[in-house]
T-cell receptor, first 115, second 111 residues
C-alpha cells in the first residue's frame, strides 16, 4: 500500500503564529489527499479534501481561511494552521489513496500544541 | 458512510483470539466493509476489507455474514501490541475514498 510521510510529528507553537504540516505520498501519485483532525479521546473528523492543482474542499464548520491547504504536486499536500489558538491544539492526520474498494493509507499524524 | 455499530470496548487475553463485531445493517450492493485500527498517538492503520466473501491476510481474518449486515474481525493470537481502537467502516460507493470514523472498539489485550 501507499507509504505516507507526515512532518513534523509534533510541534509546539505560540498563540497567534502559523504552523505548516506536510504530507508526502512516497510511492503513490495522489490527486487527492485528505486531512483529518482528532481531539483527545475522540474519533477522527474529516476536515478537508486536498485536490492537486485546484482548491481544497472543506467540510462544514471548517474555516478555509484558517486552515490553508496547498496541493501543488502529486506527492505533497500541506496544511497551514494560521493564527493558531490553544483550541487548535489537536492531532492532525493526512491520508492518501484509496477508492470505495481499495484502502486509504494514513500518515503518522502531527501533534500540534498551541500555548 | 453506512452507519456501523461497534461495542465501545473489549478485553482479550494475550495469545487468545480477539473477535471484534460490527453491525452494518444498512450496507448495500457494492459497498465494502473496511477495518482500520489506531494505536495510541499514531495514524490509523489499514487491516483488511471485504465485500461478500470471508477474507484473511497476515494481520487478521474478516468474517462477513451471508446477509452482509454484520461482520467480525478476528485477530487469531492477540498480542499486547494489538491494543488499539478498531474501526469498522463502510464507505458509501459514491463517496469514493472519503471515510467517516465512528467511535470504534477499544481493544485492550491483557497479559
Amino acid at each position: 500500500g501507499a507509504v505516507v510521510s507526515q512532518h513534523p510529528s509534533w510541534v509546539i507553537c505560540k498563540s497567534g503564529t502559523s504552523v505548516k504540516i506536510e504530507c508526502r505520498s512516497l510511492d503513490f501519485q495522489a490527486t487527492t489527499m485528505f486531512w483529518y483532525r482528532q481531539f483527545p479521546k475522540q474519533s477522527l473528523m474529516l476536515m478537508a479534501t486536498s485536490n492537486e492543482g485546484s482548491k481544497a474542499t472543506y467540510e462544514q464548520g471548517v474555516e478555509k481561511d484558517k486552515f490553508l491547504i496547498n496541493h501543488a504536486s502529486l506527492t505533497l499536500s500541506t496544511l497551514t494552521v494560521t493564527s493558531a489558538h490553544p483550541e487548535d491544539s489537536s492531532f492532525y492526520i493526512c491520508s492518501v489513496g484509496g477508492s470505495y474498494n481499495s484502502p486509504l493509507h494514513f500518515g503518522n499524524g502531527t501533534r500540534l500544541t498551541v500555548t | 458512510d453506512a452507519k456501523t455499530t461497534q461495542p465501545p470496548s473489549m478485553d482479550c487475553a494475550e495469545g487468545r483470539a480477539a473477535n471484534l463485531p460490527c453491525n452494518h445493517s444498512t450496507i448495500s450492493g457494492n459497498e465494502y466493509v473496511y477495518w482500520y485500527r489506531q494505536i495510541h498517538s499514531q495514524g490509523p492503520q489499514y487491516i483488511i476489507h471485504g465485500l461478500k466473501n470471508n477474507e484473511t491476510n497476515e494481520m487478521a481474518s474478516l468474517i462477513i455474514t451471508e446477509d452482509r449486515k454484520s461482520s467480525t474481525l478476528i485477530l487469531p493470537h492477540a498480542t499486547l501490541r494489538d491494543t488499539a481502537v478498531y474501526y469498522c467502516i463502510v464507505p458509501r460507493e459514491y463517496a469514493g475514498n472519503m471515510l467517516t470514523f465512528g467511535g470504534g472498539t477499544r481493544l485492550m489485550v491483557k497479559p
